[in-house]
C-alpha cells in the first residue's frame, strides 16, 4: 500500500527512461488501483504488469475481492500469488494458493509463486524443506506442461 496512481505512473517512467537494454524481463507489480492507468505507458515497452493479489475464487459473491480475469482485463499479465504477507497476515494456506494458481493460468497469466522461510526456519535447517512443501502444496494437481510458465520467486521471510 505504496503509491497513488499519479505516483505509481512516475515511479513506471523513471524506471523506463532508466531502463536502457535490459537484458533481462523486468515486471512491475503496483497495486490494483494502478493497474489500468499503467497499463497504456507499458503495452509499447519492455516491462510487463503484474498484480499482486488476487482472489481465488473465478468469480462471485465476495465483496471486496478481484477475480484475475477482472485484473487481466486492467492491463496485469502476471500474477503475484503466495507472498510472505499474503500467508503471515492473510492465513493463505497451500489450498487457496492452488486455486489462485489455478486461475491464473484459466487467464493466461505468468504466475509467481512466492516462497520462502522464516528466519527460524532457515536457522533451524529446515528452510528447504519448507520451501519444497509450499510449492508442492501450490503445485498440487498440475503437470509440468500446466506449469511451464510458472515462476518461482524467492524471498525469504
Not at 515497452?45 to 477475480?67: D, I
Amino acid at each position: 500500500m505504496h503509491t497513488y496512481p499519479k505516483e505509481g505512473l512516475a515511479l513506471v517512467k523513471e524506471i523506463l527512461s532508466g531502463l536502457g537494454k535490459a537484458e533481462s524481463e523486468v515486471w512491475v507489480f503496483p497495486p490494483a488501483t494502478h493497474l489500468s492507468l499503467l497499463a497504456e505507458p507499458l503495452a509499447q515497452s519492455p516491462v510487463k504488469l503484474g498484480a499482486q493479489n488476487a482472489a481465488a475464487a473465478a468469480q462471485g459473491a465476495y465483496t471486496g475481492e478481484l477475480s484475475v480475469s477482472m485484473l487481466k482485463a486492467c492491463g496485469a499479465q502476471g500474477l503475484l500469488i503466495g507472498h510472505s504477507e499474503r500467508r503471515q497476515l492473510f492465513g493463505e494456506t497451500g489450498k487457496v494458493l492452488n486455486q489462485k494458481l489455478e486461475r491464473c493460468l484459466e487467464q493466461g497469466l505468468t504466475p509467481f509463486l512466492c516462497v520462502g522461510e522464516t528466519l527460524e526456519e532457515r536457522e533451524s535447517g529446515n528452510h528447504i524443506e519448507v520451501v519444497l512443501h509450499q510449492i508442492g502444496e501450490a503445485t498440487e494437481g498440475f503437470d509440468g506442461e500446466a506449469l511451464q510458465t510458472l515462476v518461482i520467486a524467492y524471498e525469504p521471510v
